[in-house]
């Protein structure tokens, strides 16, 4: 017995796991072979009768390793596999340090953590929950309806294909949602926003914010600051909701769009084309407000601006551009063309140029 447990130890000592399987002995041959129930039996050896001998013992033994760890890049924690015919590792948790990391998951719903670094995260396949931590950040939801939080920093936070929540929190955040139904939420700072394909939300929180929404049917509100709204699709327009919040907003509408400029002084920009669809601007506010008509100076350096009012619809009116409805505006007072700024398409690359006025007031 002696010999058999120091044998067993050397090889318990090399790592490997073991499982014992002693069959049952019968209790007549136990105390009948010469030695007690339990013994190392009798003066022949180890054995004794209805003793298994060590060569038959070690037989038993199970010396196969476990199944192995498996994990991604960076700093994972692993799983071990139930299964030998799965794989081994579906969902990770993945922890940073405060060191610089760069942390990747796999095609399952990793969640990844950064920490006080500037990391750089990618969620790969699956649903993933990813959060920067401290630092300028780098997040990657990939395929997935992923969750992405850049904390504190100047965080680059980029939802990929799904349906993904973007949350950027403190510091100057850029955030794109990417393709699908996506919410992007800035939080404190002056962000970027951009909810590319799909039907999107994007919320600019506090500071001076940029919100582009891309293509699709997407809500956009400014927040609190002077922030830059834009809801021109490139090709076919969608219906955009847009609002500019507190501060003193610019906000460019694409044809059809919907469009509340909040408090402040707002400067709405509509382009003028013979088949669009007018802009509703919902909340005109006179001797504050301003309404900013781009036309194609090239081929008429001067349009006529004309201003209808319905009795059957009070506080509206309707700007028509050389005959074509461009505008719908809703004011205690209708509008004048005092209010209407005139500025040539090829300047509309330049919000800021737009909203200083500078163009032509209509005659």
């Not at 993904?164 to 403190?170: E, S, T």
């Not at 970027?192 to 929180?205: F, K, R, S, V």
């Not at 009116?317 to 700024?341: F, K, L, N, Q």
Request: aromatic fraction near 2%; charge should be negative; include cysteine.
């Amino acid at each position: 017995m002696f010999l058999l447990a120091g044998l067993l130890s050397l090889v318990a000592a090399g790592g490997v796991a073991m499982m014992m399987d002693f069959p049952d002995a019968d209790e007549d041959a136990d105390t009948e072979g010469g030695g007690a129930a339990g013994g190392v039996g009798g003066a022949g050896g180890v054995g004794g009768e209805g003793q298994e001998s060590l060569p038959d013992l070690l037989d038993q033994v199970d010396l196969s390793p476990p199944d192995p760890i498996v994990a991604t890049e960076g700093r994972d924690e692993g799983a071990l596999a139930d299964d030998a015919d799965e794989d081994p590792v579906q969902n990770l948790i993945i922890p940073g340090d405060s060191a610089e990391n760069t942390l990747t998951g796999g095609a399952g719903d990793d969640q990844i953590n950064g920490y006080d670094g500037p990391d750089a995260i990618d969620g790969r396949g699956g649903d993933d929950d990813l959060r920067g931590g401290g630092g300028a950040d780098r997040l990657m939801g990939g395929v997935g309806d992923d969750l992405l939080h850049g904390d504190g920093g100047d965080d680059d936070l980029d939802g990929g294909d799904g349906d993904d929540r973007l949350f950027g929190h403190d510091g100057d955040d850029v955030l794109r949602g990417g393709d699908g139904d996506d919410s992007l939420e800035a939080g404190r700072g002056d962000d970027t926003l951009t909810g590319g394909a799909g039907t999107d939300a994007l919320h600019g929180g506090d500071g001076n914010d940029v919100l582009t929404g891309g293509a699709g049917e997407d809500t956009l509100f400014g927040g609190w600051g002077d922030d830059r709204l834009d809801g021109v699709e490139t090709g076919a327009q969608e219906l955009d909701f847009l609002n500019g919040g507190g501060g003193d907003d610019t906000i460019r509408a694409g044809a059809g769009d919907v469009v509340t400029g909040g408090d402040g002084a707002d400067t709405v920009i509509v382009e003028a084309g013979a088949d669009s669809a007018p802009v509703e601007f919902t909340d005109f506010e006179e001797e504050a407000d301003q309404l900013v008509i781009a036309c194609d100076l090239a081929k008429n350096p001067e349009p006529l601006i004309e201003i209808l009012t319905d009795p059957e619809a009070p506080g509206w009116s309707s700007v028509h551009v050389d005959g074509h409805e461009v505008a719908r505006v809703m004011g205690d007072t209708p509008i004048t063309t005092g209010e209407i700024v005139i500025v040539d398409i090829a300047d509309m690359t330049d919000l800021a140029a737009a909203k200083s006025g500078a163009g032509q007031r209509p005659a």
